[in-house]
């Protein structure tokens, strides 16, 4: 069983789009993965044209590798070392912290993910 940032179980990120490397809904992550697809992050449209300028256009559709292709709002499993880099570039999205592999604070450490803690209206009204 894979555990999330905080050590509990990992919750899925998203199954619409189905994200994911095993396309399994979680950012679940193995040594194959050599991109480390362990952030479950809320896309917006910077950071969406930054990966774009960088050499990794997430918004256009690849049936061949069951990829829809991108849009703000959209939850998706992303490689930890690229969040990495759109932060250090200002550019980073939101994270769903309890979807957010534990294998991803080799790249980061919790306190700086969780200043980038996406909560949504819901969530935060149901806290109250």
């Given at each position: 069983m894979a555990n999330?940032?905080?050590?509990?179980?990992?919750?899925?990120?998203?199954?619409?789009?189905?994200?994911?490397?095993?396309r399994d809904g979680c950012c679940n992550t193995s040594d194959e993965d050599r991109g480390v697809?362990?952030?479950?992050v809320v896309m917006t449209e910077e950071f969406l044209q930054f990966s774009k300028r960088v050499g990794n256009d997430l918004t256009t559709p690849l049936p061949v590798y069951n990829f829809p292709g991108l849009k703000p709002g959209d939850q998706w499993?992303?490689?930890?070392p690229r969040w990495v880099e759109a932060w250090e570039k200002?550019?980073?999205p939101k994270v769903v912290l309890e979807a957010t592999h534990e294998k991803t604070l080799d790249y980061i450490n919790l306190e700086e993910l969780v200043k980038f803690a996406y909560t949504s209206h819901k969530q935060k009204f149901d806290d109250r």
């Open positions: 999330n940032v905080f050590g509990e179980k990992l919750k899925s990120c998203s199954s619409d789009p189905l994200t994911g490397y095993f697809h362990t952030v479950c499993c992303l490689c930890a200002g550019v980073a």
